[in-house]
Structures are given as structure tokens and as C-alpha cells.
């Protein structure tokens, strides 16, 4: 069973399922080497330190790339909901803003192992 497996079986309802898969699909374009783990009930990219995580939540998703992503994209995510390095994003595939989360993700990764 993959993590992304492990993680859905966890989850209550088909719309958080699809939700996560979707999230794993926008990470796993930029991501493809990474490591995946389940941490702190959250899907996991390592490669091959933490990269970002993220995990479905009861009303959002949230999105934890860290703080020194956040800071270098404070312009990019202010329309965003956010907490100390994390995202949250309402329940809604269609409003993911998968630019945005591709973006970091690319971002960190090239900065997380320096």
C-alpha cells in the first residue's frame, strides 16, 4: 500500500479521498523524486529532508511548506488564509491554487538541503 493509500484509508468521506489525491497529484508534478512519509497525521516529501507536508483537515486543507517559504512568498499567499508555515485552502478541488503550491514546493525544495 503507497502512503497516499494509507493516508485516504484514514480519511471519512470520498470528497476529503479525492481532496488528498488531488493535493498528492499537484505535489508529486513537482516532487517526483521525493520520499513520501506519513508525520504528524500528514503526507510527507522528503528528498531527502522535509520538503513540505500536508494534510486534510476538518474545514480546510492545509498546506505546511515551513516558515522560510512563507517569508520568501509573503506577497504570493497574503489572498491566503495562513498560520506560522502553513496554508489552508477551503475543501474545494476546483479552488486549489496549484500554481502557488507548485511553486513553493519547487522553491523549498531547492533551498530545504542547502
Partial sequence: MTVIEQYNA??????????ALAM???LWAVLPDAEMKLAYGLVGYYQPKAVCYFGI????????PTN?????????????Q???GTL????D??????????TIASWQLEHVNK
Fill in 82 to 84: 495562513t498560520g506560522k
Fill in 93 to 102: 478541488v476546483t479552488a486549489l491554487p496549484i500554481e502557488l503550491i507548485q
Fill in 57 to 64: 483537515n476538518k474545514r480546510h486543507i492545509g498546506f505546511y
Fill in 88 to 91: 489552508q485552502f477551503e475543501k
Fill in 24 to 26: 498528492h497529484t499537484i
Fill in 10 to 19: 484514514g480519511l471519512t468521506t470520498d470528497a476529503d479521498r479525492t481532496l
Fill in 68 to 80: 522560510q517559504p512563507m517569508a520568501h512568498f509573503a506577497k504570493a499567499v497574503a489572498p491566503c
